[in-house]
């Protein structure tokens, strides 16, 4: 676990070992071999009900729900197999890090991501049996990129070569994550819900990371721009001879990795999705803050679809719709760093977008 080389390394991280708002975590030097990972789940809300679906407002489940077994195990292995991908693409950026404080983030993020395996697992473990134990056992098996047993999902199995894309890959692939766990935090299967809650309070750090890591590296190259008197965003050649990169590239980097987060979030129109929420496993990004009937039974959603010949908004069944939604929630919470670099930009004075 964690970058290359640095087993016998003495590590400053934060390790969780409660739930307790007032203090959940520790920071202490360690060697990421002896890295212990807690099996934390979000304290129990005492008469909790199902926020959504068919069973809306009845008892939340503290066992797996038979007719629903197979569709929840299967949504518990998609989230648990992308946790430990992403360390797995980043092994070798410790040998490249530009600061000591990059190197630790670097490290903090490796260690928590592969504490979401471990907690998808250990509900795989507990609640499914014997097809359970084997699917987490695939999961510890697969590797990102491995021509035989690759990780589930594409973006999951893409190189990342250099810190600008693991920047753009924790703003937003983990952005998805959030998103994502969000949905499965609401769900029925309240052990779910309380292993997703907690996970939430350490993927806000992993976000951070990449908004302010993208920040300073388009500020360093307005500051670059600036002492050198290039005022063209687009002087290319010039701008890479000052030892930065220039805004183009950094907004290629910006399109291929929002892009490739963006198919995570599956067909805009889905069944799967719908007998999901239908069932009480999965909902809607911060489902219980939302006024309507929770069943969704006779709304509609506008979603994109090519009519003669021309992409045109269409209203579809909201069920069907879920993926949908989750991803323009996904792009409006993505619009936040957005703005923050724009600004950064144009206090420069430079004119570009």
Not at 49 to 67: C, H, L, N, S, T
Not at 158 to 170: G, I, K, R
Not at 294 to 301: E, F, I, P, R, V
Request: proline residues 5%.
């Amino acid at each position: 676990m964690g970058p290359d080389g640095f087993q016998e390394s003495l590590v400053y991280l934060r390790t969780a070992y409660s739930v307790d708002p007032r203090g959940w975590a520790k920071f202490d030097y360690v060697r990421m071999p002896e890295y212990r990972w807690g099996i934390l789940l979000a304290p129990q809300e005492e008469n909790r009900v199902i926020p959504f679906g068919e069973d809306y407002g009845k008892p939340a489940w503290q066992e797996v729900p038979g007719e629903h077994r197979a569709m929840l195990r299967r949504l518990i292995v998609i989230q648990g197999d992308t946790e430990p991908a992403s360390v797995e693409q980043q092994r070798h950026l410790g040998k490249t890090a530009p600061s000591l404080y990059d190197m630790r983030n670097l490290f903090q993020v490796n260690v928590e991501e592969g504490r979401h395996l471990w907690a998808m697992v250990y509900l795989l473990q507990k609640y499914f049996g014997r097809d359970g134990r084997e699917e987490a056992d695939d999961l510890l098996r697969r590797r990102s990129g491995d021509a035989d047993s690759p990780r589930m999902l594409g973006a999951f199995n893409e190189a990342t070569p250099d810190w600008l894309s693991f920047f753009m890959f924790t703003y937003f692939t983990d952005r998805d994550g959030k998103m994502q766990l969000h949905s499965l935090a609401q769900s029925g299967f309240d052990p779910l819900s309380r292993t997703c809650r907690f996970m939430l309070t350490e993927e806000a750090h992993h976000m951070f990371v990449g908004e302010t890591g993208i920040t300073r590296v388009v500020q360093r190259t307005c500051d670059a721009m600036n002492e050198a008197g290039i005022t063209d965003p687009n002087d290319i050649a010039r701008i890479r001879a000052l030892g930065v990169i220039d805004l183009p590239t950094i907004q290629k980097k910006l399109n291929l990795h929002y892009s490739l987060s963006l198919d995570l979030f599956g067909s805009e129109v889905s069944t799967n999705a719908a007998n999901a929420f239908n069932a009480g496993i999965k909902g809607r990004y911060k489902e219980t803050t939302i006024e309507d009937d929770h069943q969704l039974k006779n709304s509609t959603y506008p979603v994109m679809k090519m009519v003669d010949g021309q992409i045109k908004m269409v209203d579809e069944p909201a069920l069907t719709a879920l993926n949908m939604r989750l991803r323009d929630d996904y792009t409006q919470d993505c619009v936040k760093g957005m703005l923050r670099w724009n600004k950064v930009i144009s206090t420069a004075g430079i004119d570009y977008k």
